[in-house]
């Protein structure tokens, strides 16, 4: 046997990151594992949300979104045309995750975390620790390896299935003009299925199109055809690093854990089914997983579990109902209407759809109210 650790995380992104920042914490040694070096490049919308600047607090990590202008606005198109635009509840941002992962990284290393390049292909659960490839073992080991995750597999988990998986892909462009702010433009055609810009504060935007899959394959021209449909001041030739990504979507979610092997983010399929938003996620169940790593490592994926349905069940029940109701079309265009006429209602659609909000009674009730008659449900 080779090198032997309290916990090894697999994948260095802002799970892996997080769950090596709360495991050192705790005292425990870590090796934290990556196929890449840092920094890297990463497939995504950039979005960093107040909830994920809450828990990156919360680890002592203070600078991760240091030197970027704060978004303080969203704009959301529906699919029916109808669009809100307002102030969001706390200021986001958007951060390339070329820095932002490669600053969590810093974070972890600087906290005692050991950082290795290696790319996992086999793990083998013992008794008493989880080997990875026959010459690293921990006795917890936290999979933090992404949609595609060796863990996981190694678990038994395939991937999500269509209708439970989306894909996407992204680029840099020139920003738009106006004052900055998030702007989401929903589609028609494809439902569910949207368009983004978010600018960067430096010039560019990182702009988008992604859709829930369906059982047909989607060619790279399609997704960019969509993009320039959706965003119609983006240039195609102006637009740099495309790259496309699986999104797993959190209504088909495996077991968080088995004995001491540990799933987190995208390898527990922790992207928000209503946005597509993936990072507070990620940092929450990182951060969750390596307090359980570094507690009693025979009964970690029992105290992962607990903590997680106790931090996050709540909410992403309500998300998936939400994920559900928004399957209709119409029912988008009344969120947004409902939302551009009461100031509560775009909150708590925000709060749904970038941290742990909830469906309330009352913002439900406004969205019936907006809903054509013939889609409202019958009254007692």
């Known amino acids: 046997m080779g090198d032997e650790f309290d916990v090894v995380v697999v994948g260095a992104g ?7 920042l709360t495991a050192r914490r705790a005292g425990a040694s870590v090796l934290l594992l990556d196929r890449a070096d840092f920094p890297r490049d990463k497939a995504c ?13 919360e680890l002592g990590v203070t600078e991760a979104v240091a030197g970027y202008a704060p978004l303080p606005a969203l704009r959301m198109v529906a699919p029916g045309g109808g669009s809100v635009a307002r102030a969001l509840p706390r200021p986001a941002y958007t951060v390339p995750r070329q820095v932002f992962d490669a600053r969590l990284v810093a974070a972890a ?29 921990g006795r917890v080991v936290v999979g933090a390896d992404g949609a595609g995750s060796v863990v996981r597999r190694a678990l038994g988990h395939p991937v999500n299935p269509d209708r439970h998986l989306a894909l996407a892909i992204r680029g840099y ?62 240039d195609l030739s102006t637009v740099t690093a495309l ?47 390596g307090a359980a ?22 909410h992403l029940r309500h998300s998936s109902v939400a994920a559900w109701l928004a399957r209709r079309r119409r029912v988008v ?34 969205i019936g109210m907006e809903l054509p008659a013939r889609d409202r449900p019958p009254r007692r």
């Open 293 to 314: 790593a570094a507690g009693e490592p025979e009964n970690a994926a029992r105290r992962y579990a607990h903590g997680f349905r106790r931090r996050l069940g709540t």
């Open 45 to 57: 919308g950039d979005g960093i949300a107040a909830h994920s600047v809450d828990v990156l607090a």
């Open 333 to 366: 265009d009344a969120a947004v209407r409902a939302a551009r006429r009461d100031d509560q209602v775009f909150d708590d659609v925000v709060e749904l759809g970038l941290g742990d909000g909830r469906l309330t009674a009352r913002t439900l009730g406004m």
């Open 173 to 234: 462009a020139p920003a738009l003009p106006g004052p900055p702010e998030q702007l989401i433009v929903t589609s028609k055609a494809r439902w569910p299925a949207y368009a983004w810009s978010f600018p960067i504060g430096d010039g560019r935007a990182n702009v988008g199109y992604g859709e829930v899959l369906r059982g047909e394959p989607l060619s790279r021209g399609y997704l960019l055809d969509r993009l320039v449909a959706l965003l119609p001041g983006t």
């Open 243 to 289: 790259r496309a990504h699986h999104l797993p979507l959190s209504t088909h979610r495996p077991a968080p854990g088995r004995g001491r092997t540990l799933l987190a983010g995208d390898a527990l399929s922790l992207i928000n089914p209503f946005t597509g938003e993936g990072i507070f996620y990620a940092l929450l169940s990182g951060a969750l997983a």
């Open 14 to 20: 802002p799970a892996g990151a997080a769950a090596a």
């Open 109 to 137: 290393v600087a906290a005692g975390a050991q950082l290795r390049r290696h790319t996992v292909r086999r793990v083998e659960a013992r008794a008493d620790r989880v080997v990875l490839d026959g010459e690293l073992s």
